[in-house]
T-cell receptor
Framework: GAVVSQHPSRVICKSGTSVKIECRSL??????MFWYRQFPKQSLMLMAT?????????EQGVEKDKFLINHASLTLSTLTVTSAHPEDSSFYIC???????????????FGDGTRLSIL | DQQVKQNSPSLSVQEGRISILNCDYT??????FLWYKKYPAEGPTFLIS?????DKNEDGRFTVFLNKSAKHLSLHIVPSQPGDSAVYFC????????????FGKGTLLTVNP
């Protein structure tokens, strides 16, 4: 249980292109979904938090116009990197927090990430 | 300001022995502490968590200990298996903040056969 699917797993595209990444919770409804970015040999850095039907909350220093987040349903959130440039190349990971927590206190379940490479 | 710290970037143990991964935190407002395991090119996998009102939680080979006075937690894996080799992330969250996770930098565990 608690499977999160992230698609695509890898994207290579030219500078200036916009790229959309999908995150789906397959077997549970997610109250909240999160988007992270990971640089090489660094920890996961939270970019934004999204709740279904409301605007995303972005962390300090994250450009909301560059990273558009849509949380259309309790099982789907999308991250669009607009007009991507080489410095946006990174590993992007989404996670979802189930509506019912049980004993897994505060746990989020992660997708397998998207490796974005901008040429 | 790094609120969750994993001071050992790597740890190597023999198969069958105990692995102890450590984590320190600075924010006393954290409600929950979690451990994740991550293989290369995959997302983190949730392992085990503990509420701040408890001092121990056990699940099979994995046990998490929390020492609130020292702001320290540890993950014990007994017995260690080669398949446990991965990067382990410590994370903490506050219930009032949408359960946002703050991660440590991770510890690479290598279990040698």
């Amino acid at each position: 249980g608690a499977v999160v699917s992230q698609h695509p797993s890898r994207v290579i595209c030219k500078s200036g292109t916009s790229v959309k990444i999908e995150c789906r919770s397959l077997d549970f409804q997610a109250t909240t979904m999160f988007w992270y970015r990971q640089f090489p040999k660094q920890s996961l850095m939270l970019m934004a938090t999204s709740n279904e039907g409301s605007k995303a909350t972005y962390e300090q220093g994250v450009e909301k116009d560059k990273f558009l987040i849509n949380h259309a349903s309790l099982t789907l959130s999308t991250l669009t990197v607009t007009s991507a440039h080489p410095e946006d190349s990174s590993f992007y990971i989404c996670s979802a927090r189930p509506r019912t927590i049980g004993t897994s206190y505060g746990a989020q379940h992660f997708g397998d990430g998207t490796r974005l490479s901008i040429l | 300001d790094q609120q969750v710290k994993q001071n050992s970037p790597s740890l190597s143990v023999q198969e069958g022995r105990i692995s102890i991964l450590n984590c320190d935190y600075t924010n006393s407002m954290f409600d929950y502490f979690l451990w994740y395991k991550k293989y290369p090119a995959e997302g983190p996998t949730f392992l085990i968590s503990i509420s701040s009102i408890k001092d121990k939680n056990e699940d099979g080979r994995f046990t998490v200990f929390l020492n609130k006075s020292a702001k320290h937690l540890s993950l014990h894996i007994v017995p260690s298996q080669p398949g446990d080799s991965a990067v382990y992330f410590c994370a903490a969250s506050r219930g009032g903040s949408n359960y946002k996770l703050t991660f440590g930098k991770g510890t690479l565990l290598t279990v040698n056969p």
